[in-house]
């Protein structure tokens, strides 16, 4: 209990809203806690009206045990008040939010009566907004066809920023200055009268209206920008696969071209391409090959199976790396490893066995900067897997 | 004792007419209504204190499904007596 009423501020109360004087409600007062003792001892009960009942209500004497004895003792009965309220007063005391969060916390204690004010005014914004919202279609409509009825498509333009700045202020401010305010630019750019109401509503919701489009113009672009790279990206990464693969072939190929006359389309195409002739274009490849050679020589050394594991139910590439290699993040080897199995690292089938390879202590060193960086690669070629 | 008791009680000791005391009365207990909804005490001088104290939440066991339910806090209107009272009427 923070406050309370003291006696003196109550006998003042009391005086000035029974047009008493403040001696007079004193004495009242003070025969009122009299009679209210003795009533209490000669009835055990004395009822006031209005407010409620006090009790005197006797306690049972009890059986206890003296701690540090252990005997047993008997606590004699006595007498204790208590203050019953009636109805009507318990209703109101109930009521009250604020005591409860009180009692929890002070400090917070003003706040409730706040929050329901606020909460108030939040679903009359809400309300409001949703209803501005509601008619927005409808009063876009009406902006869009005033335009075609009027030959000048100025005074939509003039009409944006003037009455924005009008419209802001409009519900904080009393409405009266809002026809003042709005009637002098009117006049001067629009001539019909009828236009007077309709462009009033619409204002708010324009200013909407552009605020949302050009978020939603934002946020398309981001994603066909984010679509397009990942796009060009898997495009990129597919190519490079198909140029790396037929390579190891194509020096046997050079060799003993005639040999094989079964291949696939891909290496001849490319055995086309090389021995027509430009060299540079085969420097070129052997560039990509010097590259590649980091990954597919890692690649290779799969072969080394630490054991070949089923998938189950709720496991993970990241858990069986983190078993098997002691760290999560060489969760890509796995992948790699298992690529004709997987195809969404990230939603394996259950029962698919995957493949452990054993790393070697190149790849598991974290230190090392090659070794990462070609991880890192296989994480991004994972990663992009995962959302095909 | 009821109301009326009381108030012819308070008149006799106090030398009111019983009509005024009855009007003041059903003043103070609107005084006392009023602060109470504001959530403050209310200070009787030679009795005690009339007070609203919350009765935390608590969880309660369905004795058959065993469904847990909590029973959310709720204020009460309580009445502390004045030691001095108190102790008067242990043995009344």
Not at chain 1, 5 to 14: D, F, P
Not at chain 1, 59 to 80: D, F, L, M, Q, W
Not at chain 1, 188 to 210: G, L, N, Q, R, S
């Amino acid at each position: 209990m923070a406050e309370k009423l003291s006696w003196t501020e109550l006998r003042k109360a009391l005086a000035t809203r029974a047009g008493v004087s403040e001696k007079t409600a004193g004495v009242f007062l003070s025969a009122l806690t009299a009679q209210l003792t003795e009533g209490l001892r000669g009835d055990k009960q004395v009822k006031i009206n209005g407010l409620g009942t006090f009790k005197l209500q006797a306690v049972a004497p009890r059986k206890s045990v003296n701690v540090s004895t252990g005997e047993e003792i008997v606590i004699e009965g006595y007498n204790k008040v208590v203050f019953s309220p009636e109805a009507g007063v318990k209703e109101l005391v109930e009521k009250q939010p604020t005591v409860s969060s009180m009692a929890t916390d002070p400090i917070e204690g003003d706040f409730p009566v706040d929050p329901i004010k606020k909460l108030g005014e939040q679903a009359d914004e809400i309300v409001g907004l949703l209803a501005d919202l509601g008619q927005d279609p409808n009063k876009a409509e009406k902006v869009e066809e005033e335009p075609v009825t009027t030959p000048e498509p100025e005074p939509v333009v003039v009409e944006e920023p003037e009455p924005v700045i009008v419209a802001e202020p409009e519900p904080v401010v009393v409405e009266e200055p809002e026809p003042v305010v709005v009637a002098e630019p009117e006049p001067v750019v629009v001539a019909e009268p009828i236009k007077e109401e309709k462009p009033k509503e619409p204002k708010k919701p324009k200013k909407y209206h552009f605020v949302r489009d050009l978020l939603i113009c934002v946020v398309v672009l981001l994603l066909l920008l984010v679509g397009g790279y990942f796009l060009i990206r898997n495009k990129l990464s597919g190519w490079l696969e198909s140029l790396m693969q037929p390579q190891p072939q194509q020096t046997e190929q050079v060799e003993e071209a005639v040999v094989e006359p079964v291949e696939t389309e891909e290496p001849a195409s490319l055995e086309s391409l090389i021995p027509e002739g430009e060299i540079p274009q085969k420097q070129i490849l052997d560039e990509f090959m010097a590259i590649s050679n980091d990954t597919e020589m890692e690649e290779a050394p799969y072969s080394d199976l630490i054991t070949t594991e089923e998938m189950h139910e709720g496991s993970r590439l990241t858990w069986m790396a983190k078993r098997f290699y002691g760290d999560k993040r060489f969760w890509p080897y796995l992948y790699d490893a298992n690529r004709d199995r997987i195809v969404n690292p990230s939603n394996i089938e259950v029962g698919t066995p995957i493949r452990v390879p054993r790393l070697t202590q190149e790849q598991m060193d974290t230190t090392n900067h090659a070794s990462m960086e070609v991880l890192d690669k296989l994480r991004i070629e994972a990663e992009a897997a995962c959302k095909k | 004792m009821l109301t009326k008791d009381l108030i012819g009680l308070i008149a006799e000791a106090s030398g009111l007419s019983k009509k005024d005391a009855e009007q003041l009365l059903s003043t103070m207990n609107a005084i006392v209504r009023e602060y109470l909804m504001a959530g403050k005490a209310i200070q009787l001088q030679g009795l005690g204190v009339l007070e609203i104290k919350e009765r935390a939440s608590r969880v309660i066991v369905h004795p058959r499904t065993g469904e847990r339910t909590t029973i959310p806090s709720k204020n009460q209107l309580v009445f502390r007596p004045v030691a001095n009272m108190k102790d008067e009427l242990k043995n009344a």
